[in-house]
């Protein structure tokens, strides 16, 4: 468990995404609000370490708010199983173009 007291993980919810051109997005001050194409009802992508793992809804209660967790994602199989390629289309990892023994 020692192992865990030490991991660290990123963690980040994207409710929207929104696209402007660097020469606003320099214009903005302190305080500046950058608009949405998503609202509060929308579903969040729950990220660890900029990679997808869940999906949510954000909850509002009182002064609070937080994500409720309402969809796991789970990593390809591709990735998971040792010797499988990573990815659709991609060479298997371990074939090195030779017969194994």
Same mark, same amino acid.
């Given at each position: &468990?020692?192992?865990?007291? %030490?991991?660290?993980?990123? #963690? %980040?919810?994207?409710?929207? *995404?929104? +696209?402007?051109?660097?020469? &606003? #997005?320099? +214009? &903005?001050? *302190? !305080? $500046?609000?950058?608009?949405?194409?998503? /609202?509060?009802?929308? &579903?969040?992508?729950?990220?660890?370490?900029?990679?997808?793992?869940? *999906?949510?809804?954000?909850?509002?209660?009182?002064? +609070?708010? /937080?994500? =409720?967790?309402? =969809?796991?994602? +789970?990593?390809? $199989?591709?990735?998971?199983?040792?010797?499988? /390629?990573? !990815?659709?289309? $991609? %060479?298997?990892?371990?074939?090195? !173009?030779?017969?194994?023994?």
């Amino acid at each position: &468990m020692a192992v865990f007291e %030490t991991l660290k993980v990123d #963690l %980040t919810v994207v409710l929207g *995404r929104a +696209r402007m051109p660097l020469h &606003m #997005l320099l +214009r &903005m001050g *302190r !305080g $500046a609000v950058i608009e949405l194409e998503a /609202s509060d009802s929308d &579903m969040v992508e729950i990220l660890a370490n900029d990679h997808p793992i869940a *999906r949510g809804q954000i909850v509002v209660t009182g002064d +609070r708010i /937080s994500v =409720e967790v309402t =969809e796991l994602i +789970r990593k390809a $199989a591709s990735i998971v199983e040792p010797g499988i /390629s990573i !990815g659709d289309g $991609a %060479t298997p990892f371990l074939d090195g !173009g030779y017969d194994s023994p």
